[in-house]
DNA sequence: GTTTGTGCAAATATTTTGCACTTGA
DNA sequence: TCAAGTGCAAAATATTTGCACAAAC
């Protein structure tokens, strides 16, 4: 758990992420807590999400517009990527070991040091290419 | 080249940009033409660099705080990838065809089409991390 | 001379922060 | 009690846009 209080609004943050599958931005969370009677500042929706992200018990990503987004992860605290259907938000959590070395080797071999990656798929998922 | 017009301003940035072989942001150009004498608008310089990006004639990307960097590109329209130094800029074109391989195995394993990936790493290059 | 480009300042959008107040343990 | 958490409003960041003016062709 992330902090050490038990607090409404952690409460109740956590609780949504629990009935969301996909991918949502802090404002949205923001907006559909409201939606349900729960009163949360802004600034305490990004502080938590921010805190259960670094703690790993949310997966975020970014969009091509520099937003984040949030949503309760499968596998905590696990270095992962994700594979999202462009059409339905659909989201498979991707993670090879094979991707991280070699993300890792690329990184040595240019004498790099500290490297972090972002890697993020984009696509169409069967259902979706078959309902076309 | 970009638009229809040459003018003093995009004259100066591109010639920046042909001066510089690492990615800077829209700010860190601004300023690198104050310096050289050169007092034009950030605003232009957002779309000016914008519509180049667009027009394929300078590489972009988003650093994970949101912020978008510009280069003049090596090799235009080839699919590569970046591995940009955080503090000094310096990048490494990356292009492995076992990443490109994995990458697509790993969708085509979850039954995705049309797949698209990003990819960027960023860390300390050698010398930064000796001048440390 | 007409159309495109530019500068400036204000607007957007997203996220972070300072600080006084509240609350959980 | 009292440190941790919260709300609010302001600040910070990065980028975009409206509009009058300037410049290119």
Redesign the pocket.
């Known amino acids: 758990m992330?902090?050490?209080?038990?607090?409404?609004?952690?409460t109740a943050?956590g609780a949504l992420l629990d009935g969301l599958g996909d991918f949502r931005?802090?404002?949205q969370i923001h907006t559909l807590l409201a939606e349900r009677g729960?009163?949360?500042?802004?600034?305490?929706?990004?502080?938590?999400?921010?805190?259960m992200a670094t703690a790993g018990e949310v997966d975020s990503l970014?969009?091509g517009?520099?937003?984040?987004?949030f949503r309760r992860c499968a596998r905590p605290s696990t270095h992962h990527h994700h594979l999202v259907c462009r059409s339905c938000g659909r989201t498979v959590e991707v993670q090879g070991p094979n991707l991280e070395s070699l993300v890792r080797s690329i990184a040595a071999e240019h004498g790099f040091t500290d490297v972090e990656h972002t890697l993020e798929f984009f696509g169409t998922c069967q259902s979706c290419a078959s309902a076309r």
Chains 1, 2 share one sequence.
Not at 38 to 51: K, Q
Not at 65 to 69: H, M
């Open positions: 992330i902090g050490q209080r038990v607090t409404r609004q952690r943050i931005s802090a404002q729960e009163d949360i500042g802004l600034a305490t929706v990004y502080r938590t999400l921010g805190a970014r969009t517009t520099g937003e984040s987004l």
